[in-house]
T-cell receptor, first 114, second 115 residues
Framework: DGGITQSPKYLFRKEGQNVTLSCEQN?????MYWYRQDPGQGLRLIYY???????QKGDIAEGYSVSREKKESFPLTVTSAQKNPTAFYLC?????????????FGSGTRLTVV | AQSVTQLDSQVPVFEEAPVELRCNYS??????LFWYVQYPNQGLQLLLK??????LVKGINGFEAEFNKSQTSFHLRKPSVHISDTAEYFC?????????????FGKGTKLTVNP
């Protein structure tokens, strides 16, 4: 079945470490997105990519980095510059842009700083 | 910039009662509107969407929503809820212009269905 796979489901990070969250899709979708979810805050956009080798900052990109070397993969790195990284991270994809297809979401990665 | 306001952060109801989750958006141009549901520790699942046409949209699990352009609202309703409907619900909007499809989400409404 087609879908989005996020791994790992749970991740623990020590202070000062970089960690990378994986997001893979086999839906042949062009666009991919990373959101951060905090209780009572809804979903906030970190980065998005509309095509391979191109990506744009979202509303809260500071302390994060991404790459889009392959259409099916859009990994997110949480760097040590992100001061409050504990959150639930969601990856999503969509067929295209501007046509209301909506997003398909992965099941999320819960990151905790220890 | 677009924004979405979900007027209630928490809605408790009894099983088999009707429920309405309220959503208002701010945009002076045409929009696409969505409702998503999130069960604990899971991703979001699309419930329904409004793109154009009939203002009453039916979705999965017996939910429906009505687009009201004059009120800039897109409220979600279900005539009789089940315990399994307990989840968080998110309203979202896209402005279909400029070729950039970025969903803007509300802060969510936690629906708790009690026996």
């Amino acid at each position: 079945d087609g879908g989005i796979t996020q791994s790992p489901k749970y991740l623990f990070r020590k202070e000062g470490q970089n960690v990378t969250l994986s997001c893979e899709q086999n839906l042949n979708h062009d666009a991919m997105y990373w959101y951060r979810q905090d209780p009572g805050q809804g979903l906030r956009l970190i980065y998005y990519s509309q095509i391979v080798n191109d990506f744009q900052k979202g509303d809260i990109a500071e302390g994060y980095s991404v790459s889009r070397e392959k259409k099916e993969s859009f990994p997110l790195t949480v760097t040590s510059a992100q001061k409050n990284p504990t959150a639930f991270y969601l990856c999503a994809s969509s067929i295209g842009t501007g046509r209301g297809y909506g997003y398909t979401f992965g099941s999320g990665t819960r990151l905790t700083v220890v | 910039a677009q924004s979405v306001t979900q007027l209630d952060s928490q809605v408790p109801v009894f099983e088999e009662a009707p429920v309405e989750l309220r959503c208002n958006y701010s945009s002076s141009v045409s929009v696409y509107l969505f409702w998503y549901v999130q069960y604990p520790n899971q991703g979001l699942q699309l419930l329904l969407k409004y793109l154009s046409g009939s203002t009453l949209v039916k979705g999965i699990n017996g939910f429906e929503a009505e687009f009201n352009k004059s009120q800039t609202s897109f409220h979600l309703r279900k005539p009789s809820v089940h315990i399994s409907d307990t989840a968080e619900y998110f309203c979202a909007v896209i402005t279909p212009q400029g070729g950039s499809e970025k969903l803007v989400f509300g802060k969510g409404t936690k629906l708790t269905v009690n026996p």
